[in-house]
């Protein structure tokens, strides 16, 4: 997630429109962004206003709403038909500074039955300041233990952490470390997490199946984003670029999608950003040449917006506080279309999420909204 603003009005938004799987061999389509029409068609309902810093939030089968205070470490709930909001867990030692803090939250795949909260975060512990992930036990809504299941360290620079976690359909835990500001930690294939999207057991151990430990992919940036397909169980990931290239990737086992000390804005994109390390390398099916902050994403799967959404990648950015749509190709490999703007948001766009009902929400700086057609 980054906090700069880039001019995406007059930026030229470049489509992947098809791709010849690992190396190059894509053709590129060059479209202008589609504006908002003239009669809104979708709008932002408040779910809760007035919240402090809700970065990370997800559902539990029962529609309840758990969301993290990004600065402070609360683990808190929230019911969205009454507004009720109630902490259940105070995490110690959190650094919210630049983009750390309480960054990711999931719940356990077999919840309630499972009473078990996963949390990504930065915070110090024994002395050492750590990208964690923990595991809070909750019983009669009362966080009761905190164990640290992974630890790694967190950069002294207070960027790019990374910070999405979700459960997959696999039922394992996938987590995103950014790369701590420095390009060549994505292509580190040693024990540094860093730039890679992790792919663990409930307790925190590499999942069978890993091709790397713990790491399922490589050569990332920065990510605050990604969804499983509902139809197809594969995994997207939204991925900020530096002044240029933010990406929008479909994440495969053992990928190396090319960020590294080679990086460059110098040259045609994407490919000066996805140019380090062993090859074959894997190109974005989407991206921006000018940055936008890309954040939060999630499918639209019988969303309530309407046939012209339905199956689509809905995402959000920070930089211009906007809702996109983007349709999928016929085998849901790539993309049909150029990304769309669906709405201008209240406020800049952090995560994006699904209901059980499918309904698509999203959170801000000081809110969370859903999404609903006008």
């Not at 394992?172 to 994505?186: C, R």
């Not at 995994?235 to 990928?255: A, F, H, Q, Y």
């Not at 460059?264 to 950003?273: H, L, V």
């Not at 939060?296 to 809702?323: K, P, Q, R």
């Amino acid at each position: 997630m980054k906090a700069r603003v880039s001019p995406l009005l007059t930026a030229v938004v470049i489509l992947i429109a098809s791709i010849a799987g690992l190396g190059g061999g894509a053709r590129d389509a060059i479209a202008a962004p589609t504006p908002l029409p003239s009669r809104a068609i979708f709008k932002a309902v408040a779910v809760k206003t007035g919240l402090n810093g809700p970065s990370a939030f997800t559902f539990a089968p029962n529609g309840t709403i758990w969301y993290l205070e990004r600065g402070t470490g609360e683990l808190r709930t929230l019911n969205p038909g009454t507004g009720r909001d109630r902490l259940v867990f105070d995490i110690a030692g959190v650094s919210g500074s630049g983009e750390r803090g309480a960054l990711g939250v999931a719940l356990h795949p077999r919840w309630p039955a499972k009473p078990l909260v996963y949390v990504y975060v930065t915070r110090t512990h024994n002395g050492h300041l750590q990208n964690q992930v923990v595991r809070i036990t909750v019983n009669n809504g009362v966080g009761r233990g905190l164990r640290i299941l992974l630890a790694t360290p967190a950069s002294s620079n207070p960027y790019h952490n990374g910070g999405r976690i979700a459960f997959g359909p696999d039922g394992k835990l996938y987590v995103m470390i950014g790369e701590g500001h420095n390009p060549s930690n994505a292509q580190d294939l040693s024990s540094n997490l860093r730039g890679k999207i992790l792919r663990l057991d409930t307790d925190g151990t590499a999942a069978a199946g890993n091709p790397y430990g713990r790491i399922w992919s490589f050569g990332h940036r920065n990510s605050f984003g990604f969804a499983f397909d509902p139809r197809t169980d594969r995994l997207w990931e939204s991925e900020n670029g530096p002044e240029c290239t933010d990406e929008i990737n479909r994440i495969v086992k053992g990928g190396n999608f090319g960020w590294g000390p080679k990086e460059t804005c110098a040259t045609t994109k994407p490919q000066g950003t996805n140019n380090s390390g062993p090859s074959p390398r894997l190109s974005p099916k989407a991206f921006f040449a000018s940055t936008i902050g890309i954040t939060g994403a999630a499918f639209c799967n019988g969303c309530g917006l309407g046939t012209g959404v339905n199956g689509d990648l809905v995402f959000g950015d920070v930089n211009t506080g906007s809702i996109r749509a983007v349709s999928m190709n016929a085998t849901r490999t790539g993309f049909a279309s150029s990304p769309r703007v669906l709405l201008t948001a209240p406020s800049s766009v952090h995560s994006v999420e699904v209901s059980p009902d499918g309904r698509i929400y999203f959170s801000g700086p000081s809110a969370i909204y859903r999404l609903v057609a006008a």
